[in-house]
C-alpha cells in the first residue's frame, strides 16, 4: 500500500494536463467517489495499527497534494484564457492615458508675461551660468556687499569670476549692453541661492525682471505699470502701497505690497493681520548702472522691478509651502487643472 501511494504521488507532481477535461478526469480518477482515495481509504481500515499512523498521514499527503496541484493547474489555465482574451477583446474600453498640465509656476510665469506684453514689453533672455560682472559689478554692487558672500552666491570652484545668478536682474545689464533705448523688457528665468530648503525658502527658484528705460520715464510711470499688474493679477479692486527700501541698482528704491486678496484687506493669518502682502522689488535705475552700460543719463531715466514667481503664485492660489512646487506629487498639481 505504502509503495502504491508514493506511485500516485509522483503522478500528481509528474501531471502535465493537455486541457480542461484532463484535469477534470484526473480529479474524479483520484479525488472521486469512486477514486482512488476512497479505495484507500477503506483499504486503510483493515490494516494492522502498527503501520497505521505511518499510512495516514501519507494517504492524506496524497490528499493534499492532489487537490493543490488541481487547484493550481486550473488557476494557470484560467488565467491564460483570461490574458489571451484581454488582447482579442476589442470591446473592452481603452485604458485612458493620464494627461498632465501644465505646473504652476509655469501658468503663472506665463500669466505675469502675458500682463506685461499688453503694456508693450518685450521678453529678454540670459544665461543661468553667469558672471560677476553682470550679476553683481553692473549693478552697483559694492565689492564688500553681503550677497556676493559665499552663503548666498553658488560660485563656479575653479573661477570665483563664474557662479550661478542669483537673480535675473543680470539680463537686464546684457539689454542695456546690446540695445539702445528705448528699453521696454521682462526677464523670466531661474535663479539659485545658496539657502537651507524650508517652506519659505529655495536653492533654485525662479524670478521676472522688468526694465524701463527712455527719455522722460518717471516713478508715476513705475507706480501705475505696478499697479496695473497687480490688478490683473490679483484682481480689479487691488491696492498696492510702495514702501522705501535698498537695492543697490536703484535709487530710490521701494519694496511694493499688494491688498491681501483672501481678506480683502481686513487681515487674515495669509497677511499676518497686515491687510498687505509684499509682492515685489522696483525702483529707478540707478545712473551708476546706466553708465556701467553705456547710456547717457542725462538724456535717459528708467524704473526696474523684480518678483519672484513662486512668491507670486503662493499668494494668488494660498500656496503655504514652498516645497510643493518642486517635488511633483500629483495631488498637489492636479489642483491647478482647472485654472488653465
Ligand atoms: N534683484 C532683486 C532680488 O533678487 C529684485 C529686484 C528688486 C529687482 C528691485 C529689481 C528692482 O529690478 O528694481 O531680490
Not at 18 to 31: G, N, Q, T
Not at 245 to 254: D, I, Q, R
Request: charged share 25%.
Amino acid at each position: 500500500m505504502k509503495n502504491r501511494i508514493e506511485e500516485l504521488l509522483s503522478r500528481v507532481g509528474e501531471f502535465v494536463p493537455a486541457s480542461m477535461k484532463e484535469i477534470e478526469d484526473f480529479r474524479i480518477e483520484i479525488l472521486g467517489k469512486k477514486g482512488v482515495l476512497t479505495q484507500l481509504f477503506e483499504e486503510f481500515k483493515t490494516v494492522s495499527s502498527d503501520v497505521k499512523k505511518e499510512l495516514g498521514k501519507d494517504i492524506n499527503l496524497l490528499k493534499v497534494a492532489t487537490i493543490n496541484k488541481i487547484n493550481d493547474l486550473k488557476e494557470s489555465i484560467e488565467s491564460s484564457i483570461e490574458s489571451a482574451d484581454s488582447v482579442e477583446d476589442i470591446t473592452k474600453p481603452a485604458l485612458f492615458e493620464e494627461i498632465g498640465t501644465r505646473h504652476p509656476i509655469s501658468m503663472v510665469k506665463k500669466e505675469i508675461i502675458d500682463i506685461f506684453t499688453r503694456l508693450g514689453f518685450n521678453i529678454a533672455d540670459g544665461p543661468e551660468i553667469e558672471d560677476d560682472w553682470h550679476v553683481f559689478s553692473a549693478l552697483n554692487f559694492p565689492e564688500e556687499h553681503p550677497a556676493r558672500d559665499m552663503q548666498d552666491t553658488f560660485f563656479i570652484e575653479k573661477n570665483p569670476d563664474i557662479l550661478l545668478r542669483t537673480h535675473t536682474s543680470s539680463i537686464q545689464v546684457r539689454v542695456m549692453e546690446n540695445n539702445k533705448p528705448p528699453i521696454r523688457v521682462i526677464c523670466p528665468g531661474r535663479v539659485f541661492r545658496n539657502e537651507a530648503i524650508s517652506y519659505r525658502a529655495h536653492c533654485i527658484f525662479h524670478q521676472v525682471e522688468g526694465l524701463y528705460i527712455d527719455k522722460g520715464v518717471s516713478f508715476a510711470d513705475m507706480k501705475q505699470t505696478i499697479l496695473y499688474f497687480a490688478q490683473e493679477m490679483f484682481g480689479a479692486k487691488s491696492k498696492i502701497r510702495m514702501r522705501p527700501s535698498y537695492f543697490p541698482f536703484t535709487e530710490p528704491s521701494a519694496e511694493v505690497d499688494v491688498s491681501c486678496n483672501l481678506c480683502g484687506g481686513k487681515g487674515c493669518n495669509v497677511c499676518k493681520y497686515t491687510g498687505w502682502l509684499e509682492i515685489m522689488g522696483c525702483g529707478m535705475v540707478d545712473p551708476n548702472v546706466l553708465i556701467s552700460s553705456n547710456i547717457d543719463t542725462e538724456e535717459y531715466t528708467g524704473f526696474a522691478f523684480g518678483m519672484g514667481v513662486e512668491r507670486i503664485a503662493m499668494l494668488k492660489y494660498g500656496v503655504n509651502d514652498l516645497r510643493l512646487y518642486f517635488e511633483n506629487d500629483l495631488r498637489f498639481l492636479q489642483q491647478f487643472e482647472a485654472i488653465i
